[in-house]
């Protein structure tokens, strides 16, 4: 890029995944701080969320399903843990897996989560008609496609 004709700033495309990566980062810091009342991470939502629709779901397969190391969900496991919002359980068939359940605190802190979250969702959300919406939930989707295979 040697001279202005080639900057970006003016390009459709950039101009527009720039506002998208600005949204991005807006409802994440938000979202962050809605939490904070209730002492969880972004990343602690995450993994409660998926444990409460895959109960006994393993480590191993919980990493992959958050697109995280193991080493990320063995840091994070035990200060859920610790405050009693899950349990870690050897495999029936298989020591070496640990199945991971949500205790009945765990459920109650995801429902609060869930309530402060969907409310974020419905306030950002209500600037679209429900066309809108499913058009962008579809570009999201393909958007997410195309950077899983680059």
């Not at 393993?58 to 405050?83: C, F, W, Y």
Request: one cysteine or more.
């Amino acid at each position: 890029m040697n001279n202005k004709q080639d900057l970006p700033w003016d390009n459709p495309r950039f101009r527009n995944w720039i506002a998208l990566v600005r949204a991005e980062k807006a409802v994440v810091a938000a979202l962050s701080k809605a939490l904070q009342p209730l002492d969880l991470k972004l990343a602690q939502l995450d993994m409660l969320m998926n444990l409460y629709r895959h109960p006994g779901m393993s480590q191993h397969d919980l990493a992959r399903k958050l697109l995280v190391g193991r080493s990320n969900i063995t840091m994070l496991l035990p200060q859920l843990e610790k405050r009693g919002l899950l349990t870690r359980e050897n495999d029936a068939k298989d020591k070496r897996i640990m199945r991971l359940t949500l205790t009945g605190n765990g459920e109650e802190l995801l429902m609060e989560a869930l309530h402060i979250y969907n409310g974020l969702i419905e306030t950002v959300m209500a600037q679209t008609s429900p066309s809108e919406c499913d058009r962008m939930g579809a570009m999201m989707t393909r958007i997410s496609e195309v950077m899983k295979n680059t």
